[in-house]
T-cell receptor, first 115, second 112 residues
Framework: AQSVAQPEDQVNVAEGNPLTVKCTYS??????LFWYVQYPNRGLQFLLK??????LVKGSYGFEAEFNKSQTSFHLKKPSALVSDSALYFC?????????????FGTGTKLQVIP | DAGITQSPRHKVTETGTPVTLRCHQT?????MYWYRQDPGHGLRLIHY???????DKGEVSDGYSVSRSKTEDFLLTLESATSSQTSVYFC???????????FGPGTRLTVT
């Protein structure tokens, strides 16, 4: 069975400071990893993904994530936080299951950027 | 949210009544999903579809059924709604080549 853990329900960071939102995963085989963002009263939006290749993945809105196989982590990062980054962030993992795409989501981390 | 819509966006219904939520996508994606979002649980998969008339259960499928008669439409039915099914429901779609999912705007369902 595959699983995703987001150990922090909420992360607070001052505007302009670097931010990190943590994610660890458990999966058999090679993971496909994703980050999504959800703004209030909206659906989730895709931010970035790791499938294979370079461990540092760059995505939308200046976000990046680092895949660390030994620590089974895929933390989301941004060098300088903006107030507009305040939202709910979800990490997700996918593996093939009988050839079908099944994705498991974490419980989400609320990011609050303080002006 | 471009390319995937859900209807209705809000619904209040009484316990024991049937409810159908509709998802429509214009991306010609093969895979479609229904999730529910509840505080403390994140997103949980209810059912998914891997093609027309091909569906399978997710982790919280009890009390729900789905149908997919066309590539673009994926229906979620609550046969007899219960208060525990009060939630926000999201539909998503994806194709095999890019893997990421595209989400609809959600349906807020309240069962009284």
């Amino acid at each position: 069975a595959q699983s995703v853990a987001q150990p922090e329900d909420q992360v607070n960071v001052a505007e302009g400071n670097p931010l990190t939102v943590k994610c660890t995963y458990s999966v058999s085989g090679n993971p496909y990893l994703f980050w999504y963002v959800q703004y209030p009263n909206r659906g989730l939006q895709f931010l970035l993904k790791y499938i294979t290749g370079d461990n540092l993945v760059k995505g939308s809105y200046g976000f990046e994530a680092e895949f660390n196989k030994s620590q089974t982590s895929f933390h989301l990062k941004k060098p300088s936080a903006l107030v507009s980054d305040s939202a709910l962030y979800f990490c997700a993992v996918r593996t093939d299951s009988g050839g079908y795409q099944k994705v498991t989501f974490g419980t989400g981390t609320k990011l609050q950027v303080i002006p | 949210d471009a390319g995937i819509t859900q209807s209705p966006r809000h619904k209040v219904t009484e316990t024991g009544t049937p409810v159908t939520l509709r998802c429509h996508q214009t991306e010609n994606h093969r895979y479609m999903y229904w999730y529910r979002q509840d505080p403390g649980h994140g997103l949980r998969l209810i059912h998914y579809s891997y093609g027309v008339k091909d569906t399978d259960k997710g982790e919280v499928s009890d009390g729900y059924s789905v149908s997919r008669s066309k590539t673009e439409d994926f229906l979620l039915t609550l046969e007899s709604a219960t208060s525990s099914q009060t939630s926000v429901y999201f539909c998503a779609s994806s194709d095999r080549t890019t893997y990421e999912q595209y989400f609809g705007p959600g349906t807020r369902l309240t069962v009284t």
